[in-house]
Antibody, heavy 116, light 105 residues
Framework: VQLVESGGFVVQPGGSLRLSCAAS????????MGWVRQSPGRGLEWVSL???????YYADSVKGRITISRDNSRHSVFLQMDSLRADDTALYYC???????????WGQGTLVSVSS | EIVMTQSPATLSVSPGERATLSCRAS??????LAWYQQKPGQAPRLLIY???IRATDVPVRFSGSRSGTEFTLTISGLQSDDFAVYYC????????FGQGTKVEI
């Protein structure tokens, strides 16, 4: 299993970013995929999840500002982030669901920095 | 939201000793509880799911248990490679992580 995130960047408050996660090594269509973030020096925070059927879930801290999607033909999952705030600054990990809600595989993360 | 509370925040242990890490859920999560290990500069690694099921290639010195809403990760015979931060996560009702326990020498 390999998960490779991209799209992290430095962006001003109020700006937008689109994170991507390219997956390989497993049958992508069969698994839910999630995003988990980690602010500098802090713990892990679940952000969003999309089921294999396309149902989506969001943490309250990002609801209304973030949209998760997937493209099964490209074995990829995306995180569209709008109205970014300073407290969105974090390393964003893409993670493969272990078929029951835990995350059995993780990417190396992509860094989002929101700063003026 | 289910709140996961880990204790202690930091655990100082000598190599070869046993480490006992705790995680308490604010309400029932059944056995929908996972443990992760994170080393500096690395992504988290799944250790335990279903409260006590070891993930693939996880050494047997790592074990998980449950008593009601209290969960324990035990590392028997700590090795130098085990010094890291450990997180619990519930997936019974949405997904939430504990704040982590750092295991240090």
């Amino acid at each position: 299993v390999q998960l490779v995130e991209s799209g992290g960047f430095v962006v001003q408050p109020g700006g937008s970013l689109r994170l991507s996660c390219a997956a390989s090594g497993f049958t992508f269509n069969d698994y839910a995929m999630g995003w988990v973030r980690q602010s500098p020096g802090r713990g892990l925070e679940w952000v969003s999840l999309i089921t294999r059927d396309g149902d989506t879930y969001y943490a309250d801290s990002v609801k209304g500002r973030i949209t998760i999607s997937r493209d099964n033909s490209r074995h990829s999952v995306f995180l569209q982030m709008d109205s970014l705030r300073a407290d969105d600054t974090a390393l964003y990990y893409c993670a493969k669901d272990g078929s029951n809600g835990y995350f059995e595989d993780w990417g190396q993360g992509t860094l989002v920095s929101v700063s003026s | 939201e289910i709140v996961m509370t880990q204790s202690p925040a930091t655990l100082s242990v000598s190599p070869g000793e046993r480490a006992t890490l705790s995680c308490r859920a604010s309400q029932s999560v059944s056995s929908d509880l996972a443990w992760y290990q994170q080393k500096p500069g690395q992504a988290p690694r799944l250790l335990i799911y279903g409260a006590f099921i070891r993930a693939t290639d996880v050494p047997v010195r790592f074990s998980g248990s449950r008593s009601g809403t209290e969960f324990t990760l035990t590392i028997s015979g700590l090795q130098s490679d085990d010094f890291a931060v450990y997180y619990c996560q519930q997936y019974h009702n949405w997904w939430t992580f504990g704040q982590g326990t750092k295991v240090e020498i």
